[in-house]
């Protein structure tokens, strides 16, 4: 059965301090099948702390998302951010082997940085992509937004030098840079057949690239046309899980668990009214 993750980043943010011992108390008011927990930058002092709140959950944590600015730093053209990105990755996978998840989303280009240097990030892939694999980590590189290029003329990049790259796809990404109707086209076939391997379902309710409407919303309150897009995994075969990210924290700290759960229940309708599980 395919599995509908929440990312503990919907549940963590600023608003309450990014307090990670939340986690735990979130876990039994959300209907998903597991999390995939979001690393801060905030937390790298703290993670002997952090493990043991995570362990204290009574979920499962099969993917993991790598923390943001870790591309940012491969984007940036010197020896000493490079150190510093892998240093950080390995602290990452660290995390994920003590939380067992077998797989990390990362976001190879970000901040203001992102994609400009993209060769950069690349060179970079190939030096995270080893350590991974000391780890039994399968690395995921997400089509998140980018202020140079797009994200799927970087994908095909990144193929270019490593083909067997492993992918997750963002609907809210994608609408973000009008490339949705992209991913349905013939000649983007082979991402499908070979490399996306995980999904962030979320919503995005903006122009092209319109920055000040980034937020991550649930499905239904956004322009993705839904309906067409499961149409299209399930016609192809889709075979991995889902994560949603909606933004449930709120401005006072508080989180909104009924507007997730509504969330899941619509993802988990999609799944099963197309005979996806």
Not at 107 to 134: F, M, P, V
Request: some cysteine; overall charge negative; aromatic content about 12%.
């Amino acid at each position: 059965m395919k599995k509908i993750l929440c990312s503990t980043g919907a549940l963590i943010g600023m608003p309450n301090n990014r307090d990670f011992s939340l986690i735990k108390k979130c876990v039994p008011n959300i209907n998903s099948d597991g999390f995939e927990f979001m690393m801060y930058s905030t937390w790298y002092d703290k993670v002997p702390n952090l493990l043991k709140e995570l362990k204290k959950c009574e979920t499962e944590f099969p993917v993991m998302h790598c923390e943001k600015h870790i591309g940012e730093d491969l984007g940036k053209n010197a020896d000493g951010n490079f150190y510093t990105a892998k240093e950080k990755f390995k602290v990452n996978c660290k995390i994920a082997n003590e939380i067992g998840a077998k797989r990390m989303v990362m976001h190879l280009w970000d901040g203001i940085y992102s994609d400009t240097t993209i060769e950069n990030n690349i060179k970079g892939y190939g030096e995270l992509i080893k350590i991974a694999e000391e780890n039994e980590i399968d690395l995921y590189i997400e089509n998140v937004v980018c202020n140079h290029h797009d994200p799927l003329s970087n994908w095909k990049r990144l193929l270019n030098e490593y083909p067997d790259a492993k992918l997750i796809f963002d609907t809210k990404m994608a609408a973000f840079h009008n490339q949705m109707e992209d991913i349905y086209e013939n000649q983007n076939k082979k991402l499908w057949e070979n490399n996306i391997k995980h999904l962030h379902i979320n919503d995005y309710n903006g122009g092209y690239m319109e920055w000040s409407k980034l937020k991550t919303l649930p499905v239904g309150e956004g322009i993705v046309n839904f309906n067409k897009f499961f149409d299209f995994i399930n016609n192809i075969g889709y075979k991995g899980d889902y994560t949603i990210e909606s933004t449930a924290f709120q401005k006072d700290g508080s989180i909104d668990f009924d507007m997730l759960n509504r969330n899941i229940s619509k993802v988990r309708s999609y799944i099963k009214n197309k005979k996806d599980i």
